[in-house]
């Protein structure tokens, strides 16, 4: 194939700033095809996704019912600031921290601490939905272990962290909140 097209050249390229700046990722991509486009002898050039024969990009997914029974429960909701950032350990010990796709418009997301992670799933969180007071859906995307010591702080509280680009509603009066759980993700 490479021969009927003369002499291609394959370049793989990633953004700079990975999703965290969108606009920067996108600006990079377009610098980089006008570079392309400026070398001589080159005709065209062509962006694609994933090359051709290789894995699609995957992401597993749990498939939770509307009509899942759900039980109440109270967790701290802390809305994630430079602040919070200092109390918790990165990277996440499970899953992802909030990105920039986690806009106002895509699907609410949290981060559990490790506490709120055992206690309201049993450790395997991440997929699960929660409900918050007036019965929005929020995807539990990431679990992060607290950085200060256990013996320092007292019993460690569970809490969910709330990405402040989606939502500030449940993070304007912090501390406990009800929010309700599937029933039974906690064994016994």
């Keep these: 194939v490479g021969q009927s097209l003369g002499q291609p050249i394959l370049a793989t390229a990633y953004a700079k700033f990975g999703f965290d700046r969108p606009d920067l990722g996108l600006r ?5 095809e006008q570079a392309g486009q400026s070398l001589p002898g080159v005709s065209s050039t062509t962006w694609v996704s994933a090359l051709p024969g290789v894995r699609s990009a995957w992401r597993s997914m749990r498939i939770e019912s509307p009509q899942t029974l759900r039980r109440d429960v109270t967790v701290d909701a802390v809305l994630f600031t430079p602040d919070s950032l200092a109390q918790v350990t990165l990277p996440p010990i499970a899953g ?10 895509s699907c609410r997301v949290v981060v559990l601490n490790e506490e709120a ?3 309201l799933f049993d450790g395997d969180p991440i997929g699960r939905t929660i409900e918050d007071p007036i019965g929005q859906r929020l995807e539990v995307v990431g679990v992060v272990a607290d950085r200060t010591p256990a013996k320092a702080a007292g019993p460690r509280r569970p809490r969910l962290f709330l990405y402040a680009e989606q939502d500030r ?20």
Excluded: H, I, K, N
């Design 28 to 32: 990079y991509f377009d610098d980089l």
């Design 96 to 105: 992802r921290m909030f990105g920039a796709a986690d806009t106002a418009q």
């Design 117 to 119: 992670s055992r206690e």
């Design 169 to 188: 509603t449940l993070a304007e009066s912090p501390g406990p909140t009800p929010l309700r759980v599937p029933e039974g993700a906690v064994p016994g």
